[in-house]
C-alpha cells in the first residue's frame, strides 16, 4: 500500500501543477489509450502472434519507463520498488538530475532490489539504468550503444574495468557519451577495482584509431588533436573498448595484448570523440555538481588540464572559412556567405521555437521555391541548423528587376510570378529566430536590426499607445517621433549602414540633381547621365528603397519620397529641388550623418546578416524497407525479383528458415503457433542443424537447439489457408503481395500471410518490428487556427478545444488556438508526389479493422469513412535510434510536409526542430502488430523499435532543451538594449518553461508567441529541390539562383560543388569500381569474383557489374560545365581534367557525335 501511494503521490504532484484544463485533457487522453490497450489485449489472446500479449508497456512516468527499458535486457529489474526508489531520487536531488543517476546504478550494483549471476553483472545493470536515466528512458543506447563490461588486468595482475561501446552509442549524444564513463568508473571505486594502466602502444593506438576512423571511414562531429587523443589515453581510469564495426584495420598499433581487435571500432571512436573530448568541460562541470552532493568521485582531476589543453587548441585556430558551407551538397543553395543572407530578427511565430525558424512567403519565392515549410537550412549562429516555417508579419526581400526597377515583395504569387524577372535578390528577408534557442546556446546576442515590435517598446516606454504598431502611416509616424522623442518608425528608413561613404557621397549629388515634383522624387537617369549617377543608383538599390526606372528618371513614389526627404531632415511636403548645406567631409559613417541631418533619431535598421545553404529537403513518405514488403513473411529466391509471395504460390514451394511448430491433432509440422488447418494451438519443436534431426530444447552432442529450421513448406498449402481464413476468394485477392527474402531475428518469427493479403489490400508497406510508419521531417507549433487544420469547430470542441487563447469561446474558424502536448497535426501535401498521410492513415485504420474482423474475429474499432474521421485517433510518435514511442493524438491535417506538433511532444522524443525527422504510426497498430520476436538480431536491432511507450508528458521529464523555450508575447525593451550592445544571452531574463517549472504553473497553457502568420499552410509547401528531376537541372537552378543573390559569391559556391561534391563523388566511385563484386541479372546471387564460365552457377543467368559506367561519370559533364561558365580556381580545373583523362584510359574516350546546328543557338 505504502509502495502504490508513493506513485500516487508523485502523479499527484504533478498533476497540482497542471490547469484543470491540462487535467482533463489527459484525463480523456488516459481512458482513450486504456481503450486501446483492450482491443488490443483481445486480440493478442487470440495467440496468432508470437506472444500472447501487448508487447509494449505504457509508462506514464520518466522512471518506469527507464525501467521497463532496462528490463528487455535484465527482466529482474522489472519491479515497482525500483521505480519507487527512482521517483523517491528525484524528489530528494531533483529530476534529471546526474546524482539521481549515480545513486540509483550504486543502489542496483549493490543488489539492493534484485540479484544477479555475479558482481559483473549487478555492476553493469547499474551502468545501464543510470545511463538510461540521463537519456530520458528513449533511447536505444543503454542497451545497444554500451554493450558489456569485462575485466583486464592490469601490469601488477589486478583486476580492472573494459567497458565495450558500438555504433549505436552515437543515438545517446554526446554529453550522455560522456556520463556514461564518469558513471562506470564511479562504480569501479565503489567495489576496489583497480585502475586502468595505459601502455605507451595502447595510447598511441587510441590516437591512431581516432584519426583512421575520421579519415577513412566518416567524420567525427569532433576531432581531438593528436596531444588531446594522447591525454585522454594516458588519463582515463577505465579502459574504452568496442566491438570491430569496419572491415578495415588500424594503420598501426596491431596485435596488442590488452586490445581485442585490430579493426576499427566505431562505437570506441564516436564516445571518445564526440564524448568525452568534445563535452569534457561541460561534462566537468556536471561532474562537479555531483561531487557536491556528497558522492566521492575520483580520478577525474586531470579533466580540468585537459580542458585547459582544448581551449588552447581554439584560441589558436586559424581556419575561418564558415563550417555551414563547407559541408555544401551539389543542388541546394547557398543562401549568404557569412555575414551576408538574412537579417536576423528576434521572435517566435506560431510554429517556430525549439530550433526552428521563420521567414516570409515571399522569401520562398525568390529562393526559386528551393526553401519550403520543413526545409532544413545550415546556418552560421547561433545554431548550427534549423527548419523553415511561415511567418507573414515579417520583412520579405527586396529585389532589383532586369528592367532596373526595385521592389519590396510582399505576397508569395507576386514574388513568384517575376521570378525568372529578377535580375539581383538585393536583401532576402528576415530570418525570425526565437530568443530560447540563442540562450539555449550559450551564445552571445546578436544585434538586430531597428524592427516595429522594438519601435513599440520605446512608444510604449514613453507613454504612447498605437492599435497596430506594424501598419502605421507617414505622418503618424512623424507625429510619435515628435511627440513622444522616439526614433523614426522602421518602416520609413533604410539601410544607411550598408553603402559606403564613398558611395553615400554619390548618392548626395544624385539627390541634390533630383527634384519633387507632386510628391514623388524624381532622380535624372537618361542615357548620358547613367554613367555619372551609377553609385547614386546602387546606393539606392542597397538602401532598400523601392522606386521605378523610366525613360528619363527614376521615380519614386509618394511614401516612398515622403520617408526619404524626413531621413534627411526635410518636410514631408516638399517640392522642387533639393539642396543641402552641410560639410558632409567632415564624417566617414553614413547613419551618423543621417542622425545629423534627420529631425528624428535614425536606428540601424540592418543589425547583422546571417549566412546559410540548404539543408535537407522536408519530408513527408510511408516508409518502406528494401523491396517494399507487405508482410514479414520469407519468400526466398522463389519470390524473384519483386519478392512476390504471388510468385512463389504459383512455384508452389519456399525453401526458407521457418519457426518449427508440430500439430498434435493434424499430427504434421507447421510454422505457426496456431495450427493453420484446425485452429488449435501448436508446440515448439528444436531442431539441431549439426546433428540434422530433431532434439529436444538442447541437443546432447552441440549444446545447441534452434526453436527454427530451414525447411521447404507448400506456399499453396498457407496461401489458401490464409485465404479461406480471411474469407477472401479468388478475385480479392491484391496482383502483387510481397514478402521478404529472408527473416534477420533470432527465431526466424514471421508474420502470418493474412496480414500481407491486407496490407497489399490497402497499399501498406511494413516495417521491419511489424508496424506501418510514416516517416517526417519535426516541425513545431503551439497555436492554430481552425482553418488551417481544416476540422470543423464541433469536432474541435468535442475534443476538447472550447476556447480560444485568449479565454473567449471557440466561435470562428479564425480564432487562434493553443495545441495541446500530446496532439499534432498530419501532412497532405499534393505536390510532392509521396503518399498523403491522411491516405496513409485511412487506409492503415481500414487495414486494422479488417484484421481485428476477419484475421482476429473480433468488432471493427475505428470505423473510419473519411479523413474527419481520423480525428481524436491515437498514434505513436517515435524518433530514429529511440527505442521509446511518444502517444499522440490526431487533431487536423496541415499542406506542410511535416509532423507539426507541440514542441513539448518533440522534446518527449529527445528531439528538437533542426531537421530531425520522425515516424508516425497508429497506436492500436503498434500495439497488435508490433513484436520483438520479429527485431533483427544484430547488434543495434532494437534501435527504432517501440519497447515502451509515454503515455504522458511532463515538461520536467523531457529533453532538457525545452526548459529554454520561451512563453511570452513580446521580448522586453531592456533586452532589445542588450543584444544592440551584443551582450551574453544569459543576461536576458524572459518567460521560459524552466521559470515556470520552478514556480510549479502549468507550462502548457499561456505559452504565447510574439509574431502571428495569417496561414501557416502558405508560401511554398514542397521545395523545388524534390521536384526538379535531375541533379543537372537542380545544379542549374541552383547556380541561376547564385547568379541572382546579392549575398553569394557564385565562383566561390561552383568552386565548392566541385570540389565537396562532384569530385569526391568521382573518384570515390571510380575507386569502388576497381573494388566491386558482381552479381546475377537474374537472381541477384552476389559474386566476389565473377565465376570462370562466365555465368551465374545458381541459375545460368548473366553475371553484371554492380557498379556502373554511367554512375561514375554521372557528375564530370556538370562538373565540367561549372568550370566553363564560373572563375574556379585552376587547381580544380587541373583535378577535374586529370580525373577525366583517367576515366578515359579505362572505359575509353568517347567517340565525338555529329549534332544539329540549332544545339549552339
Not at 546579392?1046 to 561552383?1054: E, G, L, P, W, Y
Request: charged fraction near 30%.
Amino acid at each position: 500500500m505504502g509502495d502504490k501511494s508513493l506513485r500516487e503521490k508523485k502523479l499527484e504532484e504533478q498533476s497540482r501543477e497542471l490547469s484543470d484544463d491540462s487535467e482533463r485533457y489527459f484525463e480523456v487522453l488516459n481512458k482513450e489509450i486504456e481503450k486501446t490497450y483492450d482491443v488490443a489485449r483481445k486480440a493478442r489472446a487470440r495467440g496468432l502472434d508470437p506472444i500472447d500479449d501487448v508487447e509494449v508497456p505504457l509508462a506514464l512516468t520518466m522512471a518506469a519507463k527507464v525501467i521497463r527499458l532496462i528490463s528487455t535486457v535484465y527482466s529482474q529489474l522489472d519491479n515497482e520498488d525500483l521505480i519507487d526508489r527512482l521517483l523517491e531520487l528525484e524528489r530528494m536531488h531533483g529530476a534529471l538530475e546526474w546524482t539521481v543517476a549515480f545513486k540509483i546504478a550504486e543502489e542496483i550494483a549493490k543488489e539492493k532490489y534484485c540479484k544477479f549471476e555475479d558482481q559483473l553483472q549487478a555492476i553493469d545493470a547499474g551502468i545501464r539504468v543510470g545511463f538510461a536515466y540521463i537519456t530520458i528512458g528513449v533511447v536505444s543506447a543503454p542497451i545497444e550503444g554500451y554493450t558489456e563490461l569485462r575485466t583486464g588486468k592490469t601490469k601488477d595482475g589486478k583486476n580492472y574495468l573494459k567497458a565495450f561501446f558500438s555504433g549505436p552509442i552515437r543515438s545517446a549524444g554526446t554529453t550522455a557519451g560522456c556520463a556514461v564513463l564518469m558513471l562506470t568508473d564511479y562504480l569501479r571505486q565503489l567495489f576496489g577495482y583497480a585502475r586502468y594502466d595505459p601502455t605507451e602502444d595502447e595510447c598511441k593506438r587510441l590516437v591512431t584509431e581516432l584519426y583512421d576512423y575520421h579519415e577513412r571511414v566518416t567524420n567525427l562531429q569532433y576531432l581531438p588533436t593528436e596531444d588531446e587523443a594522447y591525454f585522454i589515453a594516458k588519463n582515463i581510469p577505465i579502459q574504452i573498448c568496442g566491438d570491430p564495426t569496419e572491415k578495415k584495420e588500424v594503420s598501426n598499433y596491431k596485435d596488442l595484448p590488452r586490445v581485442e581487435t585490430d579493426f576499427i571500432r566505431g562505437g570506441f571512436c564516436l564516445i571518445l570523440g564526440e564524448g568525452l573530448a568534445q563535452k569534457a568541460k561541460k561534462g566537468l562541470r556536471l561532474l562537479k555538481g555531483v561531487q557536491k552532493n556528497g558522492l566521492e568521485i575520483r580520478d577525474w582531476d586531470w579533466l580540468e588540464d585537459y580542458v585547459k589543453l582544448h581551449e588552447k587548441r581554439d584560441s589558436g585556430k586559424t581556419d575561418s572559412s564558415p563550417t555551414y558551407i563547407k559541408d555544401l551538397v551539389a543542388g541546394r543553395p547557398v543562401f549568404g556567405h557569412p555575414g551576408k543572407g538574412f537579417r536576423f530578427r528576434y521572435g517566435r511565430s506560431r510554429v517556430a521555437g525549439f530550433s526552428a525558424v521563420s521567414m516570409h512567403p515571399a522569401t520562398m519565392a525568390v529562393t526559386g521555391d528551393f526553401i519550403a515549410s520543413g526545409t532544413q537550412l545550415k546556418i552560421e549562429k547561433p545554431t548550427k541548423g534549423c527548419v523553415v516555417t511561415l511567418c507573414d508579419s515579417i520583412d520579405g526581400p527586396i529585389v532589383r528587376l532586369k528592367k532596373g526597377d526595385v521592389l519590396k515583395l510582399e505576397d508569395y504569387d507576386e514574388a513568384k510570378e517575376i521570378y525568372n524577372d529578377i535580375d539581383e535578390i538585393i536583401y532576402l528577408g528576415d530570418i525570425l529566430f526565437p530568443l530560447g534557442d540563442v540562450v539555449n546556446r550559450n551564445a552571445d546576442l546578436i544585434k538586430p536590426g531597428y524592427v516595429e515590435e522594438w519601435w513599440n517598446l520605446e512608444l510604449q516606454n514613453a507613454g504612447g499607445r498605437v492599435e497596430d504598431f506594424y501598419n502605421v502611416s507617414l505622418n503618424q509616424a512623424v507625429e510619435f517621433s515628435e511627440n513622444y522623442k522616439i526614433p523614426l518608425h522602421p518602416g520609413y528608413i533604410y539601410y544607411w549602414t550598408q553603402i559606403s561613404y564613398e558611395y553615400f557621397l554619390g548618392f548626395l549629388d544624385w539627390i541634390q540633381h533630383s527634384r519633387v515634383n507632386n510628391g514623388k522624387l524624381l532622380f535624372p537617369y537618361n542615357s548620358s547621365e547613367k554613367e555619372r549617377f551609377k553609385r547614386g543608383k546602387r546606393s539606392l538599390e542597397l538602401l532598400g528603397i523601392p522606386h521605378k526606372v523610366s525613360v528619363e528618371n527614376v521615380v519614386l513614389e509618394r511614401i516612398e519620397t515622403g520617408a526619404l526627404l524626413c531621413n534627411f531632415g526635410f518636410d514631408l511636403n516638399h517640392e522642387g529641388e533639393i539642396h543641402m548645406d552641410f560639410s558632409f567631409k567632415d564624417y566617414s559613417d553614413v547613419l551618423e550623418v543621417i542622425n545629423e541631418l534627420s529631425k528624428y533619431k535614425i536606428r540601424d535598421k540592418a543589425g547583422e546578416f546571417i549566412g546559410s545553404r540548404m539543408g535537407r529537403p522536408e519530408k513527408a513518405k510511408l516508409r518502406k524497407l528494401t523491396g517494399s514488403p507487405n508482410v514479414l513473411f520469407p519468400i526466398g529466391s522463389e519470390g524473384g525479383r519483386l519478392r512476390s509471395v504471388n510468385a512463389a504460390y504459383e512455384f508452389g514451394s519456399v525453401r526458407s528458415d521457418f519457426p518449427f511448430y508440430y500439430c498434435s491433432k493434424c499430427q504434421k509440422e507447421t510454422i505457426y503457433r496456431i495450427c493453420e488447418a484446425c485452429g488449435e494451438r501448436t508446440e515448439q519443436r528444436y531442431y539441431c542443424r549439426m546433428c540434422g534431426k530433431e532434439v529436444e530444447k538442447k541437443c546432447s552432442l552441440h549444446e545447441n537447439g534452434n526453436s527454427f529450421k530451414q525447411m521447404k513448406i507448400d506456399m499453396k498449402h498457407y496461401f489458401e489457408k490464409a485465404k479461406e481464413k480471411i474469407k477472401y476468394r479468388r478475385v480479392d485477392i491484391p496482383e502483387l503481395i510481397k514478402g521478404v527474402r529472408g527473416t534477420s531475428s533470432g527465431n526466424h518469427d514471421l508474420e502470418h500471410l493474412e496480414k500481407g493479403i491486407l496490407r497489399a489490400k490497402y497499399n501498406l508497406c511494413v516495417n521491419k518490428d511489424g508496424t506501418t510508419r510514416y516517416d517526417v521531417t519535426e516541425i513545431p507549433i503551439s497555436h492554430f487556427k481552425p482553418k488551417e487544420i481544416e476540422v470543423s469547430i464541433e469536432k474541435l470542441r468535442s475534443l476538447g478545444y472550447e476556447r480560444d487563447y485568449l479565454g473567449k469561446d471557440l466561435v470562428d474558424e479564425n480564432q487562434i488556438l493553443e495545441l495541446k502536448p500530446h496532439d499534432i497535426l498530419l501532412p497532405c501535401n499534393n505536390l510532392s508526389g509521396d503518399e498523403r498521410a491522411d491516405d496513409v492513415f485511412m487506409n492503415l485504420s481500414n487495414f486494422v479493422d479488417e484484421l481485428l474482423e476477419r484475421f482476429y474475429e473480433i468488432p471493427r474499432f475505428f470505423n473510419v469513412n473519411s479523413r474527419e474521421d481520423l480525428v481524436g485517433k491515437l498514434g505513436v510518435c517515435m524518433a530514429p535510434h529511440n527505442c521509446a514511442g511518444v502517444i499522440c493524438r490526431i487533431v487536423g491535417f496541415s499542406k506542410v510536409q511535416g509532423l507539426i506538433a507541440s514542441p513539448y511532444l518533440h522534446a518527449a522524443m529527445r528531439r528538437d526542430c533542426d531537421g530531425d525527422e520522425a515516424a508516425i504510426m497508429l497506436l492500436l497498430d503498434v500495439l497488435i502488430n508490433f513484436s520483438k520476436k520479429f527485431l533483427p538480431s544484430h547488434r543495434g536491432g532494437t534501435q527504432d523499435a517501440p519497447l515502451v511507450l509515454n503515455g504522458k508528458i511532463f515538461a520536467r521529464e523531457v529533453d532538457d532543451q525545452i526548459l529554454d523555450f520561451e512563453l511570452v508575447d513580446f521580448y522586453p525593451l531592456d533586452f532589445y538594449e542588450k543584444s544592440e550592445k551584443r551582450l551574453h544571452s544569459g543576461d536576458v531574463e524572459i518567460d521560459m518553461v524552466k521559470q515556470r517549472i520552478a514556480r510549479r504553473e502549468d507550462p502548457y497553457v499561456n505559452t504565447g508567441f510574439t509574431h502571428d502568420t495569417t496561414d501557416f499552410n502558405l508560401g511554398a509547401t514542397c521545395s523545388s529541390y524534390k521536384t526538379l528531376p535531375t541533379m543537372k537541372e537542380k545544379v542549374e537552378a541552383q547556380m541561376k539562383l547564385c547568379e541572382k543573390l546579392r549575398s553569394v559569391d557564385q565562383a566561390d559556391v561552383a568552386r565548392l560543388i566541385i570540389d565537396r561534391h562532384f569530385m569526391r563523388d568521382l573518384k570515390g566511385n571510380l575507386r569502388k569500381f576497381s573494388q566491386q563484386s558482381f552479381r546475377c541479372s537474374n537472381c541477384n546471387e552476389i559474386y566476389r569474383r565473377p565465376p570462370l564460365k562466365g555465368r551465374c552457377v545458381k541459375c545460368n543467368g548473366n553475371i553484371i557489374y554492380t557498379i556502373a559506367y554511367g554512375s561514375i561519370v554521372k557528375y564530370l559533364e556538370p562538373a565540367l560545365d561549372l568550370t566553363k561558365n564560373y572563375d574556379v580556381p585552376s587547381y580544380i580545373k587541373q583535378d577535374l581534367e586529370l580525373t577525366k583523362r583517367y576515366i578515359e584510359s579505362i572505359f575509353g574516350k568517347e567517340t565525338e557525335k555529329q549534332e544539329a546546328l540549332e544545339r549552339w543557338f
